[in-house]
């Protein structure tokens, strides 16, 4: 598969008056075309920094990042959903063609082929305060696919929700990806969830984030999260990726 | 029936049973306080040259009507504070805006602000009148120092504590200063705006009869300043009594327009 974006050698420091921070050092990682790609990394150790270089949320310090798309657009799903209370569900997943001023009668239709696709036409001109926390979560990454990313940058998507609704909720947004045929990079700290949705796992050492180890996973039998969770392979994974985390509390 | 509903029934009337009740105590206090107070003037308890009475108030207020004095009295002050809460609330929005769109100049300015707001106004009166000349322009001068400050401050305040992440999300979308404003900073602030504009119609109310009170020849607050001049404490009252109709009306008004802001 070909490469549709590579991570250069890349470094961020952050500073303040008493002290430089260095978040992330010396990143190299190439995102293959249409993976599910995970990053897994203590907590505090600069994975959200990188997924916020790459949306341009934040500069970075050093190195390269490079896409080989013409006009490649990430969409950035963030922890939490942020849905704006005065907006309709569809409104809100309008939002980020608003600002790109891409609202035209074509793109307005496929947002709503999208809602009514996942389940949410019903919802399409509530409020969100009447929505659960997986429908809300689901709403924002409808928001996040009407732009029609190339590529989908996932911060912990699911961590806000209850257990139940997690495994739901990852079976559902996996589908949703791999259904409109987006290359996805999520931040996770739960193992579990990175072994049960990713193509591939890359493990950051403790602040500054250094790639330690990247894992292809396979697993027999591979089909949604859920069931994976069930494969053989899986254990055996969670193990190595735990050891490589090296939690000391 | 069931017995829910029957339930439901007996609660419903509780309530209305309460209701009653509250209205009727309002009503019975001011019942009482006006013939309470009418009693003991006729018989003489107390000095109605001190304390007038409700007769007496009533009669003034006729007479006033009367000499067509009355009107233009409330007229003046209501469109002094009218205009200061015009402009107060133009400049608090305009100012707030610019305070938030560029942070180094709200930095620099707030030391100034702080110790602006906190100065009483009122001890600058006597200045202002001299600056500004003994008309209406120092009457709206003094409202505004007084509303245009707070409306200000409480504007940018709204905006600057507007949700983090609202302002992150827009910027994934790689949204511009301006796209943020409009589509999350003011959205999120109708409440603010809605807080701002009943301070700021009571301040300018406040800034006004001040302002009468120190300069002018017309306006509630000149009749009250002119009424305890000539020792004239029935016309004091009034003009206090009317003053209090016209405060409640002008911010029944704004909570007219905060229902209508809401319901969207
Ligand atoms: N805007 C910022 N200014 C200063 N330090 C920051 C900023 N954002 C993150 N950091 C620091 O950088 C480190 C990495 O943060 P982050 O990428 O959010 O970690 P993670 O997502 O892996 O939990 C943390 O130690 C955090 O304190
Ligand atoms: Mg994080």
Not at chain 1, 139 to 155: E, F, G, S
Not at chain 2, 9 to 32: G, P, Y
Not at chain 2, 128 to 145: D, E, R, T
Request: with cysteine; net charge positive; glycine share 4%.
């Amino acid at each position: 598969m070909d490469t549709i974006l590579k991570i250069d050698h890349l470094n961020k420091s952050y500073h303040d008056m008493k002290s430089v921070i260095l978040a992330v050092e010396d990143v190299t990682l190439d995102i293959k075309e249409k993976e599910f790609i995970s990053i897994v990394g203590p907590s505090g150790c600069g994975k959200s920094t990188i997924l916020s270089i790459l949306s341009n949320l934040e500069k970075k310090s050093g190195g390269n990042i490079t896409f080989n798309k013409e006009n490649c657009k990430l969409g950035y799903m963030l922890q939490k959903d942020s849905l704006f209370p005065w907006r309709t569900i569809l409104e809100n997943c309008l939002l980020g063609l608003e600002i790109n001023q891409e609202l035209t009668q074509e793109n307005k239709e496929r947002v709503v082929r999208l809602l009514e696709t996942y389940g949410l036409k019903d919802f399409m001109d509530k409020y969100p305060d009447s929505l659960s926390g997986g429908m809300r979560q689901r709403v924002a990454l409808i928001r996040t696919l009407a732009i029609n990313p190339d590529i989908l940058l996932l911060d912990e998507p699911f961590s806000a929700l209850d257990y139940q609704t997690r495994l739901a909720l990852s079976d559902d947004v996996y589908k949703i990806i791999k259904q409109e045929g987006k290359t996805a990079i999520m931040v996770t700290h739960d193992l579990a969830e990175a072994i049960s949705l990713s193509d591939r796992i890359v493990v950051l050492t403790k602040r500054p984030a250094k790639v330690k180890k990247i894992y292809d996973i396979h697993l027999t039998d591979k089909s949604s999260p859920i069931h994976n969770r069930k494969c053989k392979e899986f254990s055996i994974y969670y193990d190595k990726i735990w050891r490589d985390l090296d939690v000391h509390l | 029936m069931s017995t829910y509903e029957i339930e439901h029934q007996q609660f419903l009337r509780k309530k209305k049973r309460e209701k009653r009740l509250i209205l009727f105590s309002q009503i019975a206090i001011i019942v009482i306080f006006l013939v309470g107070w009418e009693l003991l003037a006729k018989s003489h308890l107390v000095n109605t040259f001190l304390t007038s009475s409700p007769g007496n108030v009533i009669s003034t207020f006729v007479s006033l009507h009367q000499t067509n004095g009355l009107y233009n009295h409330i007229w003046i002050t209501v469109y002094e504070t009218i205009l200061s809460f015009t402009i107060a609330t133009v400049i608090g929005i305009g100012v707030a805006t610019i305070l938030w769109w560029c942070p180094k100049v709200a930095k620099i300015v707030d030391p100034y602000l702080t110790v602006i707001n906190s100065l009483p106004k009122v001890a600058l009166g006597p200045l202002i009148i001299i600056w500004v000349g003994a008309s209406i322009n120092s009457i709206i001068f003094m409202a505004l120092l007084i509303s245009a400050i707070i409306t200000i401050i409480n504007i940018y305040n709204g905006f600057m504590t507007t949700d983090e992440n609202f302002i992150t999300l827009l910027k994934s979308f790689q949204a511009k200063k301006s796209q943020i404003f409009f589509k999350a900073v003011l959205p999120s602030n109708r409440l603010t705006f809605i807080n701002s504009l009943k301070i700021n119609i009571s301040m300018s109310l406040i800034g006004v009869i001040m302002g009468e009170l120190l300069v002018s020849k017309e306006g509630l607050g000149y009749l009250i300043m002119y009424g305890s001049q000539v020792f004239n404490i029935d016309l004091v009252i009034t003009s206090v009594f009317l003053l209090g109709i016209v405060s409640y009306l002008m911010y029944y008004i704004i909570t007219l327009i905060e229902k209508k802001l809401i319901k969207k």
